[in-house]
């Protein structure tokens, strides 16, 4: 686990769970980033039972090896062979603790038909969905996830410096996009933070175009948004790139978005909110002219998920920074039929203001 101790995680949620208005007496978990956190599992299926003096991993037969070595600290549970699964397991569990009476479960995780399931599997239950408990404690990283997202900001970096010299009239955008998820696991990453962005030309006017089999022509601003995973941790970075000369009027919208990022960072501190940071860039976006042309939100948390919680929006008055957070600044202006601009560095705050983790040039850069 390249953090924290499972102790120090474990007394986080049950300290979460004590303070709830509404007492439970358990928490299930299913979520796999929620429970990799607590954890340090890295398979894919698990469910985690915490309660004020124990914890207890429930898992099949394929993880069980690995599970005993990565789940420190937790007491193993094997699901019964055959059909029963995980709800024959849960409700063995549960029925050899009859003090727990409330059942929290995470409500954003389980359909409709799990619940009804599980409920019948133990209909003397009384279920309480709960919201978030464990993200956001995510939301604040410790030392050893900071160094995680640094590793996985490097090898994203580095990928792109491998390829950049593709950046040239008649690449395709598939066909770079490809060579740089490539880079990224040949340099490291276990995978891609997501499907990597490449949008040129007018197509650059949709913030999440998928990657097409349009070639890269002279004259071209192409927008470039990627990210590594490594160990469970994501970066996440954009850039745009001119390809051979560019406009007065490229040069103009990309010295806006510099500057509505580089006004939003210099603000970033411990107290600050989500929206006041969001409302920086956006003012001064919207002073220039553009302000229908910014769309989306100014950033979001990162970590184990790529959106590892709430971000810079205007909808984030209640998101008050606090060190060891890691959120994206990533202003953008997109004009329908010339395309657009956006740039992104990931950020850390801390005690005295905030960390720039990416470190790539993001002044305009034309390749000739």
Same mark, same amino acid.
């Given at each position: 686990?390249?953090?924290?101790?499972?102790?120090?995680?474990?007394?986080?949620?049950?300290?979460?769970?004590?303070?709830?208005?509404?007492?439970?007496?358990?928490?299930?978990?299913?979520?796999?980033?929620?429970?990799?956190?607590?954890?340090?599992?890295?398979?894919?299926?698990?469910?985690? !039972?915490?309660?004020?003096?124990?914890?207890?991993?429930?898992?099949?037969?394929?993880?069980?090896?690995?599970?005993?070595?990565?789940?420190?600290?937790?007491?193993?549970?094997?699901?019964?062979?055959?059909?029963?699964?995980?709800?024959?397991?849960?409700?063995?569990?549960?029925?050899?603790?009859?003090?727990?009476?409330?059942?929290?479960?995470?409500?954003?995780?389980?359909?409709?038909?799990?619940?009804?399931?599980?409920?019948?599997?133990?209909?003397?239950?009384?279920?309480?969905?709960?919201?978030?408990?464990?993200?956001?404690?995510?939301?604040?990283?410790?030392?050893?996830?900071?160094?995680?997202?640094?590793?996985?900001?490097?090898?994203?970096?580095?990928?792109?410096?491998?390829?950049?010299?593709?950046?040239?009239?008649?690449?395709?955008?598939?066909?770079?996009?490809?060579?740089?998820?490539?880079?990224?696991?040949?340099?490291?990453?276990?995978?891609?933070?997501?499907?990597?962005?490449?949008?040129?030309?007018?197509?650059?006017?949709?913030?999440?175009?998928?990657?097409?089999?349009?070639?890269?022509?002279?004259?071209?601003?192409?927008?470039?948004?990627?990210?590594?995973?490594?160990?469970?941790?994501?970066?996440?970075?954009?850039?745009?790139?001119?390809?051979?000369?560019?406009?007065?009027?490229?040069?103009?919208?990309?010295?806006?978005?510099?500057?509505?990022?580089?006004?939003?960072?210099?603000?970033?501190?411990?107290?600050?909110?989500?929206?006041?940071?969001?409302?920086?860039?956006?003012?001064?976006?919207?002073?220039?002219?553009?302000?229908?042309?910014?769309?989306?939100?100014?950033?979001?948390?990162?970590?184990?998920?790529?959106?590892?919680?709430?971000?810079?929006?205007?909808?984030?008055?209640?998101?008050?920074?606090?060190?060891?957070?890691?959120?994206?600044?990533?202003?953008?202006?997109?004009?329908?039929?010339?395309?657009? !601009?956006?740039?992104?560095?990931?950020?850390?705050?801390?005690?005295?203001?905030?960390?720039?983790?990416?470190?790539?040039?993001?002044?305009?850069?034309?390749?000739?």
């Amino acid at each position: 686990m390249p953090a924290e101790t499972s102790p120090n995680r474990l007394l986080k949620v049950r300290e979460a769970l004590a303070s709830r208005d509404v007492s439970i007496d358990a928490l299930l978990l299913t979520d796999l980033d929620n429970i990799g956190y607590l954890t340090g599992f890295t398979g894919s299926t698990a469910q985690v !039972v915490v309660t004020p003096s124990e914890a207890l991993f429930i898992t099949d037969s394929r993880y069980t090896v690995q599970a005993a070595r990565e789940c420190t600290g937790f007491t193993q549970v094997e699901t019964p062979r055959g059909s029963g699964g995980y709800g024959e397991a849960l409700q063995n569990v549960l029925k050899e603790r009859p003090i727990v009476q409330k059942l929290g479960f995470e409500a954003g995780n389980v359909t409709v038909a799990a619940w009804e399931k599980l409920r019948e599997l133990s209909p003397k239950l009384e279920w309480i969905g709960t919201e978030n408990l464990v993200e956001n404690l995510r939301m604040v990283k410790d030392a050893g996830e900071i160094a995680t997202i640094r590793h996985a900001i490097a090898v994203a970096e580095a990928a792109f410096l491998s390829v950049k010299h593709l950046l040239v009239p008649g690449t395709r955008e598939q066909d770079f996009a490809r060579e740089l998820e490539y880079a990224m696991r040949r340099g490291g990453a276990e995978g891609t933070a997501f499907e990597s962005i490449v949008a040129s030309g007018s197509q650059g006017a949709r913030p999440h175009h998928h990657a097409g089999p349009r070639p890269f022509v002279t004259g071209d601003f192409v927008t470039i948004d990627w990210g590594a995973c490594v160990d469970g941790y994501n970066s996440d970075i954009t850039r745009t790139i001119g390809i051979g000369a560019v406009t007065s009027r490229q040069r103009e919208v990309y010295a806006v978005v510099l500057e509505a990022q580089r006004l939003a960072i210099a603000a970033i501190r411990p107290g600050a909110t989500g929206k006041e940071i969001d409302a920086i860039a956006r003012d001064y976006i919207t002073a220039q002219g553009f302000g229908n042309a910014f769309g989306h939100g100014l950033g979001h948390s990162l970590g184990r998920d790529v959106h590892d919680g709430p971000g810079l929006s205007v909808r984030s008055d209640s998101l008050i920074l606090s060190p060891g957070m890691v959120l994206t600044v990533e202003p953008g202006i997109y004009l329908e039929d010339w395309g657009g !601009v956006r740039i992104e560095e990931d950020i850390l705050v801390t005690e005295g203001g905030c960390e720039v983790l990416t470190s790539l040039p993001n002044g305009l850069e034309v390749l000739l």
